[in-house]
Nanobody, 117 residues
C-alpha cells in the first residue's frame, strides 16, 4: 500500500529555517495528480492544517493557515515527484510532527520539527 514519506525535519533555533520534503513510497504514485497538503500536530493538540498546493493544471494555487502565512511556502517538483514545505522565521510554537497528505486517504508517518534554543 502506498504511503507518503516526509524528510528534512530536525532541531532548529528560533528564527531559523527548514525545508521539509514529501515523496511517495512508490514512484508510480504521482503527487502531481493531487492537491497536496501539509498538516502538523503538536503534543497535546489536534492535528491542524498548515497549507496546500493545487495541481499545476488547476493553477498550482497555494493556501496557508493564518499562523504560517508569510513564513511558510509550499512548492512542488513533479519531475522529482516531491512536494516541499519551506519554513522560515520558525518559532517555538511551530514545534510539531509534520505530515503530508494527498487530500485523500494517503498520509505520511510524519517528521518531527523542533524549534528551540
Amino acid at each position: 500500500q502506498v504511503r507518503l514519506v516526509e524528510s528534512g525535519g530536525g532541531l532548529v533555533q528560533p528564527g531559523g529555517s527548514l525545508r521539509l520534503s514529501c515523496t511517495a513510497s512508490r514512484v508510480s504514485f504521482r503527487l502531481g495528480l493531487y492537491t497536496m497538503h501539509w498538516y502538523r500536530q503538536a503534543p497535546g493538540k489536534e492535528r491542524e492544517f498548515v497549507g496546500s498546493i493545487s495541481t499545476i493544471p488547476s493553477g498550482n494555487n497555494e493556501m496557508y493557515s493564518d499562523s504560517v502565512r508569510g513564513r511558510f511556502r509550499i512548492s512542488r517538483n513533479n519531475e522529482l515527484n516531491t512536494v516541499f514545505l519551506q519554513m522560515k522565521s520558525l518559532e517555538p510554537e511551530d514545534t510539531a510532527e509534520y505530515y503530508c497528505n494527498n487530500g485523500k486517504q494517503v498520509w505520511g508517518r510524519g517528521i518531527q520539527v523542533t524549534v528551540a534554543s
